[in-house]
């Protein structure tokens, strides 16, 4: 019996040690303090992206989107970034991963979300189009 209460106590610990991850796609940023800095972010984004435009793309015609999830710490450093759904382009998958390095590191977590939160995941599709210009829904 001790031995069983000891371990589900280290099971507790464990999970309790885990980080809080938030999970935001376009769509689901609905509280005000989540919108707001998912705004930010898109913003510095599509920024550094439109600066940095991929050469290759506007020589081959070539234009996409790219779907990525951006994990932000609460210090606004970058956790991970996974691509989810290719443009089918590798050269336009690197740039959107870059667009979103180079814009790092982005505003520390507000006191809400530091409350609620340890690790921002953003979902967010980034296009690159024929106006040389990085936006994204």
């Not at 005000?32 to 920024?47: G, P, S």
Request: net charge positive.
């Amino acid at each position: 019996y001790e031995l069983w209460d000891g371990v589900v106590g280290w099971e507790r610990g464990i999970r309790d040690r885990r980080p809080r991850v938030r999970r935001l796609t376009s769509v689901s940023a609905k509280a005000h303090y989540e919108a707001a800095y998912i705004e930010a972010f898109r913003r510095k984004v599509e920024t550094t992206g439109t600066r940095h435009f991929p050469r290759r793309a506007l020589d081959n015609n070539t234009f996409g989107g790219v779907r990525l999830m951006v994990a932000l710490r609460r210090d606004g450093g970058i956790d991970e970034i996974k691509v989810l759904q290719s443009s089918g382009h590798q050269f336009l998958d690197q740039a959107a991963v870059q667009s979103v390095c180079l814009a790092a590191p982005f505003e520390p977590f507000t006191q809400e979300m530091r409350e609620r939160m340890d690790v921002l995941e953003i979902i967010r599709t980034w296009k690159f189009d024929a106006t040389r210009r990085v936006s994204s829904k």
